[in-house]
């Protein structure tokens, strides 16, 4: 009886154990590993900017902005003005002056800021694209995209009437 259950178990370990019976044991596959995922589109956005005169007025002054990209249509593109007030030496203040959000239609967008009774010096204009403030279906397409942030530096009058400013510490008006 013990010779046919050493028989039995014999039997089983050439059945699960190929080196038992000589060979060598299969190795077992590694799973497939998942597919990448896939790469989030980019994106381009090129801005442009410049002061001109207000059309009403002539003591106000606007910011023009035009811009190109192939974002979506109907996505929300904020435009944030900000100005750098001189101060006496190398400081420097930089301070929020306008904020509004123009829509893309056809890869183009465009907006006027202001008017503005602007002071002598730099402004720098940002263009922002957030991806959670944006209609459902443009919110979709732009959820993992990289989208590109372009700065634009404008300056409001002549070297020397900055450089003025510079002296006198402050900023005139705003």
């Known amino acids: 009886m013990a010779s046919a259950r ?9 059945l699960v154990f190929p080196a038992a019976r000589g060979e060598e044991a299969p190795v077992p596959a590694l799973p497939e590993a998942p597919p990448a995922p896939a790469a989030a589109p980019a994106f381009t ?15 106000l002054v606007v910011v023009q902005v035009e811009g190109t990209t192939t974002l979506p249509d109907k996505t929300q593109v904020s435009l944030h003005l900000y100005v750098t007030y001189p101060r006496r030496g190398d400081q420097e203040r930089i301070t929020f002056v306008d904020g509004r959000a123009t829509t893309v239609a056809g890869g183009k967008f465009s907006y006027a800021l202001g008017p503005h009774a602007m002071a002598m010096g730099t402004y720098r204009l940002e263009a922002i694209v957030d991806t959670q403030r944006q209609y459902p279906d443009v919110e979709k397409v732009l959820r993992d995209a990289e989208i590109p942030r372009p700065k634009v530096e404008l300056k409001y009058g002549s070297d020397q009437e900055i450089s003025e400013e510079r002296e006198i510490g402050r900023p005139r008006a705003l």
């Open 45 to 59: 956005l090129e801005v442009t900017a410049r002061i001109e005169p207000a059309p009403k007025d002539d003591k």
């Open 6 to 14: 050493l028989n039995s178990l014999l039997a089983l370990a050439l």
